[in-house]
């Protein structure tokens, strides 16, 4: 195998090796790694001639299909940048990204396209929009140049711009706790030392099929293209609606590899796995929240072959941790050590190491550390911090500071260097695998007009891990309805994010000494009482 530098590397080398065999698979299609290195190869060709420049950004707005991963990997061998965005989000959050990070080029389809019409008036970096082939001609918008995606891949050839490994190559979107998605900037050299990383623990070979069941807008969803190609390995690319279309899935194609998050493997353990199952499927991952230990056993009784990974990682570092299959029945409950290439600190606040069991927070070194967060002095500032002078890997003599990812996480170390989640440090909210600030929450319901002040908060949840849960109160001018507000954040917002619960209550809500609404006491009463707080 080729050593891979740059993302684009990992299907090229593989193209150079097997041009035959098996790389992508969509519905009954499948593309030979000949095949996707040669439409990545017209891709590049086309968006050089569209005028991209090195560094520039290009956005995705699409479900999982060939086209996504063909405009993932051809943007950075091009020179720009790709940004993925989730295919959930609704158009006033994919216009916040593209003015965000100032897209230039976006590849989306027809009917998303129409759907975006009026978010793109605002993003005026953006330039050109290409639109997947379709019976109908692509619309015509003002200030924009749509094009045909088979247009754009009939360019005549041309060469990207010169890279390397510390460049950056594409911008992920997770929810911050302002309110608004922050973009974490990550390099080639994150993304390539991930794949290495993850497919070496993992032992992922040529033979392996991985099912693409998370949203490749996600680190841990985009992992299953990367540690893949690097072992020369299929994917299958799978939108599905229930959780028996994974398993159909499963069986079908006779994936050897499955990651997933709590919540489906919450609904898979629920199904009857097919018996022939068994012999293919190699492992499973979990990853995006902690693996309840009763579904964890219940995949173990369905899955007898198949071996456990538990996984702990972070937007910001890619992958952190992971529990070795030969250690789950001693420590479950363990968030497992290090990755290959990367080390885990637990550090008290000022600097100093942890002792065996003392919680502390979750700091991550290596050569997985992003770039930070775009266009967010503030925000990077507080993830993205020097090493203390005294930690591990520093010697006294190094007069150049080492950026290393604070996590925000609370863990401990017991004596043998196993590592256990204790809690969050931050207010963010896990549910159904996604990361979800409560106060972009809050301003969707503001936006509604239908309430008079709110706050959420997350709950503890079995099945989401958390759920999200909302206290408001009546609008000055009458009675909340919560069933119709509850109809409108369906409107507005993707379904993960649509409150569990609504509670209303009179107001106004208490504040803290700064005079914010008080959350954290409004979702501890609410958390203990269990009970309406009115």
Not at 237 to 256: F, G, M, Q, S, W
Not at 268 to 281: G, K, V
Not at 426 to 441: A, F
Request: net charge negative.
């Amino acid at each position: 195998m080729y050593d891979s530098t740059l993302l684009p590397d990992l299907v090229s080398h593989a193209a150079d090796l097997t041009p035959t065999a098996p790389a992508l698979t969509y519905g009954k299609t499948t593309l030979s790694y000949g095949e996707l290195q040669s439409a990545i190869t017209c891709l590049v060709s086309g968006l050089v001639n569209l005028g991209l420049q090195r560094g520039e950004r290009v956005g995705i707005y699409l479900e999982k299909r060939f086209e996504t991963v063909i405009s993932s990997f051809a943007p950075p061998a091009a020179g720009g940048v790709f940004v993925p965005m989730n295919p959930l989000l609704k158009p006033e959050q994919v216009g916040y990204i593209l003015r965000d990070c100032n897209v230039r080029v976006l590849v989306t389809s027809q009917e998303r396209l129409a759907q975006l019409q009026e978010s793109l008036a605002a993003c005026h970096d953006l330039r050109h929009v290409i639109v997947l082939d379709s019976a109908e001609s692509p619309p015509q918008i003002t200030g924009l140049n749509t094009v045909r995606w088979s247009d754009v891949l009939a360019s005549r050839p041309a060469s990207g711009h010169r890279l390397i490994d510390t460049d950056v190559l594409g911008i992920l979107y997770t929810s911050g706790s302002t309110g608004k998605p922050k973009g974490v900037v990550l390099s080639h050299r994150n993304m390539v030392a991930g794949a290495k990383s993850v497919a070496s623990y993992l032992e992922n070979r040529a033979d392996d099929t991985l099912l693409a069941a998370l949203p490749l807008s996600f680190d841990a969803g985009f992992s299953q293209l990367t540690t893949a190609f690097y072992a020369g390995a299929r994917v299958v690319l799978l939108n599905y609606l229930l959780p028996r279309d994974v398993l159909k899935a499963i069986e079908r194609e006779k994936v050897t590899g499955l990651t997933a998050v709590p919540p489906l493997y919450i609904q898979l353990a629920q199904l009857d796995w097919p018996e022939s199952i068994t012999d293919h499927l190699r492992y499973f991952a979990n990853t995006g929240g902690r693996m309840p230990r009763e579904i964890l056993d219940a995949l173990r009784r369905s899955l007898p072959k198949a071996k456990p990974f538990l996984m702990y990682g972070l937007t910001e570092a890619f992958r952190s941790t992971y529990l070795p299959p030969s250690e789950v029945d001693k420590r479950p409950d363990s968030i497992g050590k290090a990755i290959p290439n990367a080390e885990i600190l637990v550090l008290r606040e000022d600097g100093t190491q942890c002792g065996p069991n003392e919680p502390g927070e979750l700091v991550h070194r290596g050569a997985l550390v992003g770039m930070g967060y775009w266009n967010d002095i503030e925000k990077t500032a507080e993830r993205y911090k020097p090493l203390p002078v005294h930690a591990p890997g520093r010697e006294s003599g190094l007069v150049l500071p080492e950026i290393a990812v604070f996590s925000g996480d609370t863990v401990r170390m017991d004596d043998e260097g196993f590592l256990y989640f204790v809690g969050r440090r931050d207010e963010m909210m896990k549910t159904s695998g996604y990361r979800v600030s409560p106060t972009e929450v809050e301003e969707i319901l503001y936006a509604t007009k239908m309430v008079g002040e709110c706050v959420a908060f997350g709950v503890d949840n079995d099945r989401l891990g958390q759920a999200i849960q909302v206290i408001a109160t009546s609008p000055a001018n009458g009675e909340l309805d919560v069933m119709a507000l509850l109809a409108e954040c369906r409107v507005r917002m993707p379904a993960y994010m649509v409150p569990s619960g609504i509670e209303v209550i009179k107001g106004p809500l208490p504040r803290n000494p700064n005079g914010k609404i008080d959350r954290k006491t409004l979702s501890t009463m609410w958390i203990e009482q269990k009970q309406p707080l009115s």
